[in-house]
């Protein structure tokens, strides 16, 4: 059984940076693209970025340039997404996905997801 | 970006009955490789998404054969042949084909 797991919750103030683990097991983690999507509270999904290990490949959503840096680490099999300069609007559940390495391959795991709360 | 559209936002179904979602891209999803990359994932409540149908068609492992989707270029449809209780949340389409990769916006499934 695949698995990406994500840890729990965090509580964040304003300003500050959130930094987003997943942790893979199963497969060979240099096989796979890992996706980072988000969902505000009753919202629908919101594309972020992505990695693709084997080659260093990274990619933004415009809306995040600047705020957002995803990376990988091999050893561990792990991928992060770290998000800065945290507002209000950026409470949601965070969560990583897996796909292929195929173009267009389809998100075929998710996490669990984290949630991530911004309060003064 | 492409932006996906998804009819109905809501939709009240009778158990054992069928249901039809849309969804329409900005842009034609065909590769110059001839696939097509549209998904369609379901979101049950407090559960991430699942994957049920990739490239317009193909069922994902384990998705029952009640689910079926098909369409091309810029239209697209996910069919459930016989709703059961279990099939309840949101549904999703989300184009592969063009980054960033985008979703509809959602189509929630309720039993009337």
């Known amino acids: 059984q695949v698995q990406l797991v994500q840890y729990g919750a965090e509580v964040k103030k304003p300003g500050s940076s959130v930094k987003v683990s997943c942790k893979a097991s199963?497969?060979?983690?240099?096989?796979?693209?890992f996706i980072w999507v988000r969902q505000a509270p009753g919202q629908g999904l919101e594309w972020m970025g992505r990695?693709?290990?084997?080659?260093?490949?990274?990619n933004y959503a415009q809306k995040f340039q600047g705020r957002v840096t995803i990376d990988a680490d091999e050893s561990t099999s792990t991928a992060y997404m770290k998000l800065s300069g945290l507002r209000a609007d950026d409470a949601a559940i965070y969560y990583c996905?897996?796909?292929?390495?195929?173009?267009?391959?389809?998100?075929?795991?998710w996490g669990q997801g984290m949630v991530v709360t911004v309060s003064s | 970006d492409i932006v996906m559209t998804q009819t109905p936002l809501s939709s009240p179904v009778t158990l054992g009955q069928p249901a039809s979602i849309s969804c329409r891209s900005s842009?034609?999803?065909?590769?110059?490789?001839?696939?097509?990359?549209l998904s369609w994932l379901h979101q049950r409540p407090g559960q991430p998404p699942r994957l049920l149908i990739y490239?317009?068609?193909n069922r994902f492992s384990g998705v029952p054969d009640r689910f079926s989707g098909s369409g091309a270029g810029t239209d697209f449809t996910l069919r459930i042949s016989r709703v059961e209780a279990d099939d309840v949340g949101i549904y999703y389409c989300?184009?592969?084909?063009?980054?960033?990769?985008?979703f509809g916006q959602g189509t929630k499934l309720e039993i009337k």
């Open positions: 989300m184009q592969t084909a063009q980054l960033p990769h985008t």
């Open positions: 490239k317009i068609s």
């Open positions: 842009q034609s999803l065909v590769h110059h490789n001839g696939n097509t990359y």
């Open positions: 990695i693709v290990p084997s080659i260093g490949s990274i």
């Open positions: 996905a897996r796909s292929g390495l195929e173009f267009g391959d389809p998100i075929d795991y």
């Open positions: 199963r497969g060979t983690f240099s096989n796979y693209i």
